[in-house]
T-cell receptor, first 113, second 109 residues
């Protein structure tokens, strides 16, 4: 089975801190994605990557950056965390750009205080 | 703008078929219909997808109308574990998944 692992299930950080959310997949997938999920707003795409060292902005990239130095790892970075970034963050991967199935991690619930 | 329209919520009796509708009247010729679901406290899970023919797998069936403007996901014998939010997504081959609000399905014993 494909496994997408997010480094933390719950995280509490202070306003202004630099925050790293890590995601690792074990099936040699080309594509990786970061979403955030908020009540009433559903899942929204932050950033995605179709290959190592490549990144594309999603619908809500402001306040975030990403890093993909290795194929299996996709990091989401909050340069200076703010309270409006309190959310559930979900990482996903898929085999290729046209692959029908994306696999999601369990999510990281980030609280910024 | 949302590409799909789904009811906000639905109930289904355990053991009965759950039929979840989705309208996608602006679908393009190269766009597929995907269904995912999200069980509470978990990430979304792929269910099924199709272009224009009906599709069936071990989880569900997907019925797409001939004009492709709507579809129905069918869970043939719903169980309590099928309680989840179900997302209907229209997507062309190489674009990321864009999720709407989905339908919250409650399976009732």
């Amino acid at each position: 089975d494909v496994k997408v692992t997010q480094s933390s299930r719950y995280l509490v950080k202070r306003t202004g801190e630099k925050v790293f959310l890590e995601c690792v997949q074990d099936m040699d997938h080309e594509n990786m994605f970061w979403y955030r999920q908020d009540p009433g707003l559903g899942l929204r795409l932050i950033y995605f990557s179709y290959d190592v060292k490549m990144k594309e902005k999603g619908d809500i990239p402001e306040g975030y950056s990403v890093s993909r130095e290795k194929k299996e790892r996709f990091s989401l970075i909050l340069e200076s965390a703010s309270t409006n970034q309190t959310s559930m963050y979900l990482c996903a991967s898929s085999l290729s750009a046209s692959a029908p199935e994306a696999f999601f991690g369990q999510g990281t619930r980030l609280t910024v205080v | 703008d949302a590409k799909t329209t789904q009811p906000t919520s639905m109930d289904c009796a355990e053991g009965r078929a759950a039929n979840l509708p989705c309208n996608h009247s602006t679908i393009s010729g190269n766009e597929y219909v995907y269904w995912y679901r999200q069980i509470h406290s978990q990430g979304p899970q792929y269910i099924i997808h199709g272009l224009k023919n009906n599709e069936t797998n071990e989880m569900a069936s997907l019925i797409i109308t001939e004009d492709r403007k709507s579809s129905t996901l069918i869970l043939p014998h719903a169980t309590l574990r099928d309680t989840a939010v179900y997302y209907c997504i229209v997507r062309s081959g190489n674009t990321p998944l864009v999720f709407g609000k989905g339908t919250r399905l409650s399976v009732i014993a």
